[in-house]
């Protein structure tokens, strides 16, 4: 058995990006499910919001890549163009709950099964928060949960905001404060300041580029870095040392088994780097890998 190098001393947390995402289409309820069979700790939905103001699992606001909408003729008038995405398309917040449960997902990642396209419904945050009760309850073992809010300040300019449909979701489920699995996390360093005013339960900064972490300390208690951020042509950049001084917490993205760093020769090896050096959390689109490739290192003296 190995000491961990993590913040805590504990094992690094598997979190399930997207669900199983890498087998089934991802942020639907059989991915998810999925995803806590093979035993990951944490679940992570991207969350956007309706044009009634519900929270839904989707990693975009547009909804071509991951559901059907473009074969639904009562919707073709609903496709337009919008700020700050190329080419014309539909967005989440122009349809109504109603309507959004009339799609269904689709893998939206080239080179992955399409096995079970145009079968799964696109989840309420409530209805993942309620599989994970579910699934907590019968397994006896307490699985976590990792919202991100998706664009949060486009989505409030149009009157629809993230902060107050989700605390009270997750405060339904008995997710209210540091000491619950769970973490919110944000690209937007603004709506993790309003949360951490509204909040006590952890915050995860998400950034592509080196923060200053002294800083960001002050408002969150992770940061969840571009993996390539700490580990660069196969070289540790120091990143997760200096982030762990600060009393940060660092969580990575996107491990994934079919698009690994060329640094590696493979998945194992490039798992075990980012293990041995100390990270906090992984988000895999293939947890069993993650998990695996955890229990070799922990089993390796
Ligand atoms: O949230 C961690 C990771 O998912 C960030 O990237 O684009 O996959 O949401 P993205
Ligand atoms: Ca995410």
Redesign the pocket.
Known sequence: MITWNTLSGEAPLVIA??GASGVLPEHTIEAYDRAIEMGADYI?P?LVITKDGVLVAR?DRYLSGSTNVSDHPEFADRKTVKVGHDGADWFVEDFTLAEIKTLRARQPRAGRSVEFDNQYIIPTFDEVLALIAERSKQTGRRIGVYP?T?HPAALAALGLQHDEPLLASLEAHGFNNAEDPVFI?SFEVENLERLNDLTDIRLVF?TETKPDFTKIATVIDGV?PYKKLLISNGQDTGFIREAHASGLTVHS??FRDDALDPAFEDIDAEMKAYYALGIDGV?SDFPDTALRVRDIVKDTP
């Open positions: 990006h997207r992570e991207d990693h991100e998706k996390q998400l969840g993205w996107t988000f």
